[in-house]
Nanobody, 123 residues
Framework: QVQLVESGGGLVQAGGSLRLSCAASARTVSNHAMGWFRQAPGKEREFVAAVSWGGGITKYADSVNGRFTISRDNVKNTVYLQMNSLKPEDTAVYYC????????????????WGQGTQVTVSS
């Protein structure tokens, strides 16, 4: 099965930046839409950003639009989330996910999930 592994999380001060990476185990993930979600303690998993299989279409949650950028490198089988101007409310576990049915904003639309990487933003 497809495996996804996130990396790049950590602790950063408000206003700082992080870049998350999601490495896929197989070349065939290149024809999947990819998404980033986050989940804070006691809260539902929340859509952050998504990118189409070819990289030409992107979507962002209103809360991160203008601050975060999603991109993908299908040669490296890797998806990135560049996070700038981080705020304490961005603190969460960030998950990447793959959808064989296309770009979507709901967690149930995705088939494969990584284990998550912790992002903590201090004030």
């Amino acid at each position: 099965q497809v495996q996804l592994v996130e990396s790049g999380g950590g602790l950063v001060q408000a206003g700082g930046s992080l870049r998350l990476s999601c490495a896929a185990s197989a070349r065939t993930v290149s024809n999947h839409a990819m998404g980033w979600f986050r989940q804070a303690p006691g809260k539902e998993r929340e859509f952050v950003a998504a990118v189409s299989w070819g990289g030409g279409i992107t979507k962002y949650a209103d809360s991160v639009n203008g601050r975060f950028t999603i991109s993908r490198d299908n040669v490296k089988n890797t998806v990135y989330l560049q996070m700038n101007s981080l705020k304490p409310e961005d603190t969460a576990v960030y998950y990447c996910a793959a959808s064989r049915l296309g770009l979507a904003v709901t967690p149930t639309s995705y088939d494969y999930w990584g284990q998550g990487t912790q992002v903590t933003v201090s004030s």
